[in-house]
């Protein structure tokens, strides 16, 4: 396992964009279900990879921050791809927003679809973003102990 510790970061992110395509494509059918999960391990890597028990944790957290950041952004560039398109079917007719499949969350067509998009677009990134904080900080405090 020694050779997961010394790949470059350009590999490593790499590796991340492929894994994070095979959660958002064919697993997840671009609902980032997988990929908010997949923020777990990869805060793992990023704690185990960054931490140092002499380096201060104000730099440990910005680092950890900062890659969070770059792996939930790439997940928020691929959800504009895959629903941004559906966009301008809110200025069509209402009947298609309605039978497009879309679950009726908001109990009317074009609220639910806001509704979805907002999730699919902005809500889902950002929750894979605080799985690789959360994960990055819990494997430093068990590391710390």
Not at 112 to 128: D, N
């Amino acid at each position: 396992m020694d050779w997961l510790w010394s790949i470059g970061f350009k590999k490593e992110f790499v590796i991340y964009m492929v894994v994070d395509l095979i959660c958002l494509g064919p697993l997840g059918m671009c609902v980032p279900f997988f990929s908010i999960l997949l923020g777990f391990p990869v805060g793992w890597y990023l704690a185990k990879r960054l931490y140092n028990p002499d380096l201060n944790v104000k730099i440990l957290l910005k680092g950890l921050f900062k890659y969070a950041l770059l792996t939930s952004g790439f997940t928020f560039i691929i959800m504009i791809l895959a629903w941004g398109r559906l966009i301008p079917m809110l200025w069509g007719p209402t009947a298609k927003v309605a039978h497009f499949g879309l679950p009726m969350i908001l109990y009317d067509p074009v609220a639910s679809f806001v509704g979805w998009i907002i999730l699919m677009i902005i809500i889902s990134p950002f929750l894979q973003f605080l799985t690789t904080v959360f994960a990055a900080n819990l494997t430093v405090i068990r590391a710390d102990n």
